[in-house]
């Protein structure tokens, strides 16, 4: 994805100080790990200097919601502390359509200053020679270098195998992501409790679809919906031992297959069930965002699997046309063995990273502009803005002011979003998070953070042109067709007793070569 962090992109906004929201944190070891607190930010100076400002060319995916220009507040507070100003080329919104226009540039020779793509696609890049190596720079990035040796997690998961650095991160600063969200008011109205697990969420799903919750004497109900089409219903089925956010599943040091794990037959079971009775919104698979959000909106569906942060975009949202509505958040539904886990995350760094131009003539002026929003003062200005202006130091920590978190309209993190911060590299920081977020949201994301699973890092393997072949011949095949089978499966167009000749197809179709490079290529994350 184009690195708009899920978390930050619907942001409503908390009346509250910074210090407050910070005291809420306490205690919660996992998040302090990610958090970048002002004992961890990097001491090197934050001067940039350059001979003369310049203008470079900057490749991004579009955002309908921040189409970028240099009189954007942020984009100029930025050119004001580095004299970089730029040409914006907007690629497609389409994410596919972005990744070919993405292609085409740099085929065509004519390859921009800057470039935003996910990173394995840069590390593509960066081997033939078309980006910078930006580890041979890391002598005159001392703000980059500092957080790099600050977290082991970091560097694995930005280097390849040979060591090379090929882009400019993004450092997150929690782990949580997606969670299920869910009508309190429905429940509290049916006099039920919140689910704990699978039996309880059917039960639940089956209420809202049977007992007019909407109170509109219809049975219009919807009781669940989503916008991520497969990857939306991972909530159902991480309890059954598997997990859509890992295509390979690592267990003692071996790679396996998540699709043709036995576990995901009865998770896939499940789900036929509840889209057979239609407690499970039969559009999954085709829903786009303008849907989704309008069955939620308009009080037709109950419940989705969305980032934390939407639970403040739908109160403020929904609230303006029923002050009723209290949308809240649930942890993982245990599973048969009372374990909950969620390998839902966000990652050390984002999948996202900009990339430097190997032939761009302002080399120099580009390591000094990325190693400055690395900087205490460039990550003060890329997490909070302008001082005065959407900010405002309260006790020695930032406050956004009422420009940010009192828009009668957007969110906080749509605000931002909406003055110009969304294409830049950036560390981060948790104040920002919290400050963007209501109590409830933060209190309920640090709770969920001990059911965080580490995932296999399928985005940061690097592969050598040997390994990408049998991806590209093998994998490509095998991935489309247990899409496909996925859907018959839930729709109950492939009965789930053909399972097992599902999985037969699939070793045939060589998986067990595919599983041997992806073995390979985690083997070498791990010594990195």
């Keep these: ?68 220009n240099n009189d954007m507040p942020w984009v100029k507070e930025f050119t004001k502390h580095t004299g970089v100003q730029f040409d914006w080329i907007a690629g497609p919104e389409n994410a596919d359509q972005y990744k070919e226009k993405f292609n085409l540039t740099i085929a065509s020779g004519d390859v921009p200053d800057l470039m935003e793509s996910p990173g394995d696609m840069l590390n593509k890049g960066g081997e033939a020679g078309t980006f910078l190596s930006i580890d041979k720079y890391l002598d005159k990035m001392p703000n980059l270098k500092k957080l790099l040796d600050s977290n082991p997690a970091y560097a694995r998961a930005l280097k390849t195998d040979g060591g090379k650095i090929y ?40 209420a809202f679809k049977e007992q007019d919750p909407n109170g509109n004497g219809k049975a219009d109900e919807i009781p669940f919906t989503t916008r991520n089409k497969k990857a939306g219903l991972n909530g159902f089925i991480e309890p059954f031992g598997v997990s859509l956010d890992e295509d390979f599943i690592v267990e003692n040091g071996k790679v396996g297959f998540t699709y043709t794990n036995p576990k995901l037959k009865n998770a896939l079971a499940y789900l036929n069930k509840l889209y057979k009775e239609k407690l499970i919104d039969t559009e999954y698979a085709t829903n786009d965002t303008k849907i989704w959000d309008q069955r939620l909106s308009t009080q037709v569906s109950g419940m989705t699997w969305d980032v934390f942060a939407r639970q403040d975009y739908f109160n403020k949202s929904i609230q303006q046309v029923n002050k009723d ?28 990273g900009i990339a430097i131009s190997a032939k761009s ?128 499966f839930i729709y109950g167009n492939e009965s789930i007793d053909k399972f097992d000749d599902f999985v037969a197809k699939i070793n045939k179709m060589g998986l067990d070569e595919v599983t041997k490079v992806q073995q390979a290529a985690y083997d070498r994350y791990m010594k990195r």
């Design 325 to 352: 509505v209290n949308i809240s958040i649930i942890n993982p539904l245990k599973s048969t063995d009372g374990k909950q886990y969620t390998k839902n995350q966000q990652l050390p760094i984002a999948t996202t």
């Design 1 to 68: 994805m184009t690195f708009r962090t899920k978390q930050n992109t619907w942001m409503v906004p908390a009346a509250l100080s910074v210090t407050a929201l910070m005291g809420m944190l306490a205690g919660c070891s996992s998040e302090k790990e990610t958090a970048g607190s002002s004992s961890t930010q990097p001491s090197a100076s934050s001067a940039v200097t350059l001979d003369k400002p310049v203008t470079v060319r900057f490749m991004v995916q579009n955002d309908p919601g921040a189409p970028m």
């Design 167 to 206: 882009y400019l991160p993004h450092f997150l600063a929690v782990k949580t992501n997606n969670t299920f969200l869910l009508r309190q008011d429905w429940l509290d109205k049916l006099g039920l409790k919140q689910p704990q697990t699978s039996d309880e969420m059917y039960n639940v799903l089956k």
């Design 361 to 488: 003539k302002n080399i120099d002026q580009l390591i000094k502009w990325a190693d400055w929003f690395y900087s205490q003062e460039g990550q003060l200005s890329y997490n909070f803005g302008i001082e005065g202006d959407t900010y405002t130091m309260v006790n020695g920590q930032p406050q956004y002011t009422d420009k940010v978190v009192k828009d009668p309209k957007l969110a906080a993190g749509s605000v931002i979003k909406a003055l110009g911060r969304l294409h830049f590299v950036s560390k981060l920081d948790i104040r920002y998070e919290n400050a963007s977020q209501s109590a409830d949201v933060v209190k309920k994301r640090d709770e969920a953070a001990k059911f965080v699973t580490d995932r296999f890092p399928k985005e940061y393997l690097s592969y050598t042109p040997e390994e990408r072949e049998v991806i590209n011949a093998k994998y490509t095949e095998i991935s489309t067709f247990k899409d496909e089978m996925f859907d018959k």
